[in-house]
């Protein structure tokens, strides 16, 4: 195990009704005059909306709202947010939704009090000295954004889609996480954000540090549980406790309690990231393409983990079977339960039309440099070859 | 799984040579005066005392000294500890060692602007509205005070144990955790925590509240590493990776990510609490002899938690076997690893004499009221047996 420092700030509000407390919370905090930053008109369909603007009034607060963030948020987006929040002198960021206004709340928070462009932050051209507060009434688990300090934005000028992690700037104050409110979620978008928590999990797991047998431990227990979960969803998706489980194992695959002590990977979202910045696909839709592809290219280069995963993650039974066998085992057990929940592993399939795969590198190059991920350490032909596999399914 | 809030601000900053960060850590809190509240004179033989005072003195900061805390801490000790830090003017309190200084430092932290009794807030006379920072470098894993928002205190006029629990104010802001300062630990104190940890996820394990499949889940794999592990530093106490799992198993034990959205139980730590209040012996000591019994008076009460425990924590094969059998076999399972590890599960030779069983459930009553516990409530004549089952291993 490797040294580390884990930080994890955010109060978790966590049950039914719990969206009622959001005024009381943001109260505690300190908000004053908040801006309300969300993304699909659900919020505002199921009563969400008014339930917090209610909270909010209660407490005496005043509030803006800024709405409209689409799935991968951009840049413009933001730019259109930190305006308003200045114009309108507000005090505290309140993103409701998932990782998509979660992500551009903390970006616009980057953004309000700094003298240059947000995307500085983004680009590595600037290091953020503060934000304004975030909270989160969180309505789709899936990025884990409501524990963690990273945001993920599109540049759509330049096409770019950049994570950060500013784990002591980021972090949200509070998040407010009932799992009822999940349970109006179209089906697709709960299958994408069961994919994307395991995901934030593999890219911890698959490691080389050694010696990290208690986080590989209440890892693998985690990703179980959320497997199990899952397939309940898929059958009776008002399953409360299924939802509660899936709620907060989202948070727990990603305020990095599963990657202390190890170097993390993350090969799998980069290459994730030029499917979704190219083709606008959900991003759990491209994990669940990009993941087998990479575990396969990996499978022989580097085994170990895969093997174990194969067993203590996929239940594989190892009796009588070669490693190889195990692993090939493993990898199409994940897969089968990506098709239980309706999803594609073919890339083609997901884009819906031959994906350009030279653009792809050439990006993914310009973003992230010669190499990629530590696990397998992956070259720019590498991905060329991880691409090519995720058509082959 | 009911509704929770969870909230775990402290600051872990853990690995080799961290405690060289003491003082950066405490800048970075707004520290200026810091009193260090230690117990034994292993932090000032081993050097850790001036390791951490040349990092204090480095960042330009002041310090006093307070030590000479015993395990089970004593209200004479804070009441000496409250005049000292108002005298001194600190604004900081820096505990060292393990759960005896922290829950020492955090009572100091508590009174020290109190106009008050200190004892106050732990007889449940008043509740506190704030407490001055604490820190903490930890050196003995067990108690899990590092990352909570408990403090037991001991007040030796009244004879009282009493624990108490403010999540909102006593968590520390950093904890400084280097598994390397456990090696020089006496095996006892190193299997005195060992036992101490897991019985902080048992108590919130066994618990009636459905539906908490992923809690359990990830506790279950907490468990198992650390008997694991714990096995291990038998053979080799210098097993820097067994340490560091310990270690952090430790703090996730009793941070509150094992209790998520559940009722918690409690009893075995009351029941042991007499015995350390009476007999001077040490927490875990008293709870390796208290948990087997526990649980074998709640076998056949309440068997469905005790039978997932033998087979998921305890490794037991159930084919063929009885549920009664299943679980006696856990529980013999679970004294053989207490024996393993060098203790005792006979409450006689625990306190080296006999032990006045109705004097501590006179003292347990007057302490906790007519019941404990909520696995299997208990009634003062239930605590009575279970005192009279740890006598007849």
Redesign the interface.
């Known amino acids: 195990?490797?040294?580390?420092?884990?930080?994890?700030?955010?109060?978790?509000?966590?049950?039914?009704?719990?969206q009622k407390e959001t005024g009381a919370a943001l109260k505690r905090y300190g908000a004053k005059k908040i801006m309300i930053v969300y993304g699909s008109d659900r919020v505002e369909r199921d009563g969400l909306m008014n339930e917090i603007t209610d909270s909010i009034e209660k407490e005496g607060l005043e509030y803006v709202k800024f709405g409209g963030i689409r799935p991968n948020p951009t840049s413009d987006s933001v730019y259109a947010g930190i305006e308003k929040a200045r114009g309108e002198g507000v005090d505290f960021i309140l993103a409701v939704g998932g990782g998509s206004p979660i992500d551009a709340a903390k970006a616009i928070a980057l953004g309000v009090g700094y003298g240059g462009d947000f995307w500085d932050f983004y680009s590595g051209k600037a290091t953020p000295s503060g934000a304004l507060p975030v909270g989160v009434v969180l309505t789709i688990p899936a990025a884990g954004s409501e524990g963690s300090g990273n945001s993920v934005i599109t540049n759509e000028k330049t096409k770019q889609k950049i994570s950060v992690r500013y784990p002591m700037i980021l972090r949200p104050k509070f998040a407010i996480m009932n799992p009822e409110l999940t349970m109006t979620l179209p089906w697709n978008q709960t299958a994408n954000g069961i994919v994307d928590m395991m995901a934030h999990i593999f890219e911890r797991y698959f490691s080389n540090t050694?010696?990290t047998?208690?986080?590989d431990?209440?890892s693998?227990?985690?990703l179980?549980?959320i497997e199990?979960?899952a397939l309940s969803l898929r059958l009776n998706p008002d399953n409360?406790?299924a939802r509660?489980?899936v709620m907060?194992?989202g948070t727990?695959a990603h305020n990095g309690?599963c990657g202390?002590?190890k170097e993390e990977d993350w090969a799998s979202h980069r290459l994730e990231h030029e499917i979704s910045a190219f083709y606008d696909v959900a991003h759990g839709a491209g994990l669940a393409v990009m993941i087998p592809a990479w575990m396969k290219f990996c499978a022989r280069r580097n085994p170990d983990k895969l093997w174990r995963f194969a067993i203590n993650v996929m239940s594989v039974d190892p009796a009588g079977k070669s490693t190889d066998e195990i692993i090939e085992e493993g990898i199409s057990e994940l897969k089968h339960f990506y098709h239980d929940l309706g999803m594609t592993t073919n890339l083609r399939e997901l884009c819906g039309c031959e994906p350009d795969i030279d653009k792809m590198v050439k990006s993914l190059h310009r973003n992230m440099g010669d190499t990629l991920g530590c696990y397998v350490p992956l070259s720019m032909d590498d991905c060329r070859e991880i691409y090519e596999i995720a058509l082959q399914d």
């Open positions: 195990m490797e040294n580390f420092t884990y930080y994890s700030p955010t109060e978790f509000i966590f049950g039914k009704g719990t050694p010696d047998q208690l986080v431990a209440y693998e227990a985690i179980r549980d199990d979960q409360y406790a509660a489980d907060w194992a727990l309690l202390v002590g």
